[in-house]
């Protein structure tokens, strides 16, 4: 099973993008990326943002692996965001299926509130 850090990096290697190049475009240190590609450190939803464009991939292959899923931004930038990843805190680092999981329960309770 592919980590978030391994597919940051095999994208970048398949588009023929060194390290130092890929940091720059997205306003970042080279130390700061290598943290990300190693699964040291996880990006903030700007970034992941900024990732997923540059490679033309949505956040959820980014962060599940999984091509097939494509949620919403906002669904993305909430779950990420400082004040509420206390709940999500254990996220990045769970199961592909589980992280698939909670995405649906997130977009029923997200649904449910719009109505």
């Known amino acids: 099973m592919s980590s978030f850090g391994n597919r940051i990096r095999k994208l970048r290697e398949k588009s023929g993008i060194n390290q130092k190049d890929m940091a720059k475009k997205l306003e970042l240190s080279n130390v700061q990326l290598s943290r990300y590609e190693s699964d040291e450190r996880r990006p903030d939803f700007e970034t992941l943002k900024k990732i997923s464009e540059i490679f033309d991939v949505s956040?959820?292959?980014?962060?599940?692996?999984?091509?097939?899923?494509?949620?919403?931004?906002?669904?993305?930038?909430?779950?990420?965001?400082?004040?509420?990843?206390?709940?999500?805190?254990?996220?990045?680092?769970?199961?592909?299926?589980?992280?698939?999981?909670?995405?649906?329960?997130?977009?029923?309770?997200?649904?449910?509130?719009?109505?």
């Open 59 to 115: 956040i959820d292959y980014l962060i599940t692996g999984n091509e097939k899923n494509s949620s919403s931004d906002e669904m993305w930038r909430e779950i990420l965001n400082p004040k509420t990843q206390i709940f999500f805190k254990d996220l990045m680092d769970a199961p592909e299926d589980k992280i698939e999981e909670l995405i649906k329960f997130w977009e029923i309770i997200r649904d449910r509130d719009k109505k």
